[in-house]
């Protein structure tokens, strides 16, 4: 069952009232929308058959006129050769011709009053699905804003961004354990061979390296959030 009963509710609904008493917005501005537009439909092709009938009533009228003059001539004939009688006829035709194309003029006119009612209600209802369609935007851009900030909140509190502290935490450890090591094993020590001193460095670049790739993909995560 649709939200209005067509033309009349929609130009007189307020959209913001129909959402702010709505449990989902979104849905409700996309059902909103899809019936302002399949009325606005409606309403088109209701104008379209109006101006068909009226271009067939003034094709109607233009037969009816030939057929007017049709009448008057045979009326002129019968009179010429003293048949007053069938002259009268043929005016009787004539007349019945004529009443019926007035009344399809009059028929006509009051197409023309439809027709302007019809434009009316169509920039109406233009008017009225423009301002649905913004206030879409609005709901759809505030939804995303809410969503982000959702997952904001997500990924600062969040156990991923625990663990990947815990993780730095363990890294940091490890390096200072492995200065620790180092430093520890030159206390009272002879002096380190050339192959030793390559071996640590070595040693020490693998760990700043991951410590590195650790820290990159920890500012990796927070962009993405």
């Known amino acids: 069952m649709g939200i209005f009963s067509r033309t009349r509710d929609i130009i007189a609904a307020n959209v913001t009232d129909l959402l702010d008493k709505a449990e989902d917005p979104a849905k409700m501005i996309r059902m909103i929308i899809l019936e302002m537009e399949e ?13 068909a009938d009226q271009k067939e009533m003034r094709r109607q009228i233009g037969k009816l006129e030939a057929v007017q003059s049709s009448w008057t001539e045979k009326a002129e004939l019968a009179l010429s050769k003293g048949r ?5 006829a043929a005016l009787v035709e004539k007349q019945k011709a004529g009443d019926l194309a007035e009344q399809l003029s ?13 434009e009316t209600d169509i920039g109406k209802l233009q008017a009225k699905l423009r301002e649905a369609r ?17 997952r904001m909140r ?6 991923k961004i625990d663990e990947a502290f815990s993780r730095f935490d363990l890294m940091e450890r490890r390096v200072d354990m492995a200065e620790g090591r180092a430093d520890a094993a030159g206390m009272g020590a002879a002096p380190k061979s050339l192959e030793e001193e390559i071996a640590e460095l070595r040693s020490a670049d693998k760990v700043d390296a991951e410590l590195a790739a650790l820290k990159a993909r920890l500012g990796g995560t927070a962009r993405e959030g």
């Open 134 to 150: 913004a206030r879409q935007n609005s709901i759809v851009t505030r939804l995303e804003s809410a969503h982000n900030r959702t």
């Open 39 to 51: 009325t606005l439909v409606e309403v088109r092709a209701s104008a379209a058959r109006t101006i």
């Open 84 to 88: 007053e009688d069938l002259a009268k």
């Open 106 to 118: 009059h028929d006509i006119a009051d197409l023309d009053g439809s027709l302007k009612a019809s």
């Open 154 to 159: 997500e990924m600062y509190a969040g156990p």
